[in-house]
């Protein structure tokens, strides 16, 4: 285990240096001067001095390899670089933004553990009843809402109309209800299906019949054998939507007027405030890895057959 | 102690399990002798009810004067493990992989007697050495064990409840010599000494003729023969049997006629 641990992170260094590069180059691939951008963005006059200027305090008129090293050499003093919109650090301004949409992916990322769990054994539970197929249907409709759509309509029935929920910003509960169910709904949607399907499969594992057979009771059956397994196979993409949650917080942070990173991305993309989209990018991406490398070693240590694949308990 | 009356599995189209009645007496064992695909698991599976659609189970099972084919979930609950022990073929089918063999047992026997933890460790433990297994494996997984290891555990776990018949689904087809005797040993011992009832499905005659006094010979979800072991051995009368034990004698584990 330990060894996978390390491992697992070791391999992460190479997996970031890729990545940054990566990410490094898309944005020098994007058509579009930089310098335009910085000075539109700056609110600069933009004439050919100024242009000039600017392509030499910026450093482009270095070769892409130049401008790379200088970016990662910075970068490994926590600078990277300065908002193109504000002139102040990026990292800073990330930071600030940050929690509010932490705070909201978590929120509806255990709304979506929760729902998926629930509406899933149940309509394992009761198949082929009416609670499946309207588990079904709420699938059906769920998944093929688009966010933008479901977060409108959720603001016009329950904030305009009906008056419940508040319309926007961040503040009390009920502030995070609508945005965070416009978040969770299309998650639920989608892996309560899944989460159904999955226990159906272990309903068919030779141990199932073979706990039957011993005469445990049925919720012995369920709660030790069925949902556990279910929770298990489900595991790896909770941590995939985990990290969809975070990254995919841009639509309902617009529809909600949330000040998170969400929106504050979505205007530096309007604006090509490069360096804040390539640490936005850079940060999402490294999110994922490590939400993944979590995942796995989370998957490890619940299998006893990971856990004790090395060194572990001697056979006898 | 268990009467079964013209069992039949079948689908909607088809019949799966062609209608069957025996009788198992307290301290009798009978086996079931059959290839592949005969219908041997099926029965098994029958006659502890855990046959789901689209299959469909008919007549009755009886066991101390109580049908089980119209005992509720519950019910049928206190029968399964308690009176009627089942030990499947495939050794990986017994424990979940994910819990210590230990747990499990204690669970078990917890499901069926009201006594504390403790108690039913100390029980499982005695269960697991009966076996010939040792304290230590009370806490090891089930991958943790080999096939032979496994079964034996099986074995312990099913003899923990004290059941009053088991049924045994080919259990020492995939064992090696050692474990196998080990296993029927055990069976023997505790048919002599407690009086279980042993219903013994096999394909191996060997196994068959050490373990059982009369023997069902299915062929394709149909009884084709039935009798005694000595019966049957000298005189064969199905084709299904005739060429059975014509290639046990080719493999070497059996004789035509009296050994």
Known sequence: MLRMLSWRLCALVPSIVLLSFVVFLALHLIPGDPAVAYLSASQLPITEEAIERVTIELGLDRTVWEQYASWVSSALTMDFGTSYMTGEPVIEEFLFYFPATVELSVWAFLIVILSVIGLGSASAYYRKTWVDYSSRLFSIVGASLPSFWLGFLLLYVFSMSLGIFPSGNRGTVAHYVLPVLTLAIPYIAIYSRLFRTSLLEVEKLPWMSHARARGLSEKTIWLKFQLRHGVLALLPVLGIVMGYLLAGTFIVENIFSWPGVGRYMMNAIVQRDYPVIQFYILVIACLFLLINLIVDLLQAWLDPRQRHQKGGVKHV | ?259
């Open chain 2, 1 to 259: 102690m268990i009467e079964v009356n013209n069992l039949a599995v079948k689908t909607e189209t088809q019949m799966l399990l062609e209608p069957l009645s025996f009788c198992i007496q307290k301290g009798e064992s009978i086996g079931v002798l059959g290839e592949s695909g005969a219908g041997k698991t099926m029965l098994t599976m029958a006659l502890l009810q855990l046959l789901s659609s689209p299959l469909q189970v008919e007549g009755s099972v009886i066991v101390h004067d109580q049908d089980l084919s119209v005992l509720s979930n519950e019910q049928l609950r206190s029968v399964r493990g308690n009176t009627l022990g089942y030990v499947p073929q495939n050794v990986q089918a017994i424990f979940d992989p994910y819990r210590k063999i230990g747990v499990q047992m204690v669970e078990t026997i917890r499901a069926h007697e009201r006594t504390t933890k403790r108690e039913a460790k100390r029980t499982a433990m005695a269960s697991l050495r009966e076996v010939q297994l040792k304290d230590e494996h009370y806490h090891f997984f089930p991958f943790q064990l080999s096939g032979g290891m496994l079964q034996r555990a099986g074995m312990a776990l099913v003899f923990s409840l004290q059941p009053e018949l088991v049924i045994a689904d080919e259990p020492t087809t995939a064992l090696d010599k050692e474990t196998k005797t080990v296993i029927l040993e055990l069976l023997l011992r505790k048919q002599r000494e407690e009086g279980l009832s042993i219903l013994f499905v096999s394909h191996e005659i060997d196994v068959i003729k050490k373990m059982v006094t009369r023997i069902l010979v299915l062929e394709n979800g149909k009884c084709v023969e039935r009798g005694s072991v000595d019966q049957l051995m000298n005189e064969p009368s199905s084709d299904r049997l005739k060429s059975f034990l014509h290639y046990e004698v080719v493999l070497g584990r059996g004789t035509m006629k009296n050994d």
